[in-house]
């Protein structure tokens, strides 16, 4: 079974600019969420998704972060304007049951 | 607001020791307990722990949870160097979101 995919592996952007993040979840896994792992951190919840409506975003900083999942399948997060305390890496995960996720790889972003 | 807390922060041990890594948490609606282990990618899954005082083994990894103390301890015997990593703990609560509330992880560094 092909994993989780995310791209790109590594972003270095400078504050105030956008960035967009891409995920492929495992075929049939209905339930996408959107981590966020500043280091030392544990991943923090940014915003899950069934199929493709939004299941919870409370943790989401809506003025600045955008995600949205067409078709129930693919996603996207976006960064706009950019701030120095967003790098991190953001992990993409999906689940079939909603208990037991599988994670991408992630994408390490660096605000400079 | 749902709470994981992960002790030590972080653990440096020599091949063939033993480690005890702690997690215990407050969360509401509690539904299962899980543990990851974190190299330099995604996490990956090593148990999932719905029931009190029933082990799950695998090799030299074990955990056991603890559903009236609200803890669960993940046990590596006779440590290798592979086993290095940071070891999260994550707490699914029940419900339509059913998210997972990670701790911040230990770093365990197993000296050769």
């Known amino acids: 079974e092909a994993g989780v995919a995310q791209s790109p592996r590594y972003k270095i952007i400078e504050k105030r600019q956008s960035v967009a993040f891409w995920c492929n979840p495992i075929?049939?896994?209905?339930?996408l969420y959107w981590y966020q792992q500043i280091l030392g951190q544990g991943p923090k919840l940014l915003i899950q998704f069934q199929n493709n409506g939004v299941v919870d975003d409370s943790q989401l900083p809506k003025d600045r972060f955008s995600a949205e999942r067409l078709k129930g399948v693919d996603s996207t997060l976006k960064i706009q304007p950019a701030k120095l305390e967003d790098s991190a890496v953001y992990l993409c995960?999906?689940?079939?049951?909603?208990?037991?996720?599988?994670f991408g790889n992630g994408t390490r972003l660096t605000v400079t | 607001e749902d709470k994981v807390v992960q002790s030590p922060l972080s653990l440096v041990v020599h091949e063939g020791d033993t480690v005890t890594l702690n997690c215990s948490y407050e969360?509401?609606?509690?539904?299962?307990l899980l543990w990851y282990k974190q190299e330099k990618k995604a996490p990956t899954f090593l148990f999932m722990l719905t029931s009190s005082g029933i082990e799950k083994k695998s090799g030299r990894l074990s955990s056991i949870l603890d559903k009236k103390e609200l803890f669960s301890i993940l046990n590596i015997t006779a440590t290798q160097t592979g086993d290095s990593a940071v070891y999260l703990c994550?707490?699914?609560?029940?419900?339509?979101?059913?998210?997972?509330?990670f701790g911040s992880g230990t770093q365990l560094t197993v000296l050769p």
């Open positions: 995960a999906s689940s079939l049951s909603g208990v037991s996720l599988h």
């Open positions: 969360v509401t609606n509690f539904r299962s």
């Open positions: 075929s049939g896994h209905a339930t």
């Open positions: 994550a707490v699914a609560s029940s419900g339509s979101a059913r998210q997972l509330t």
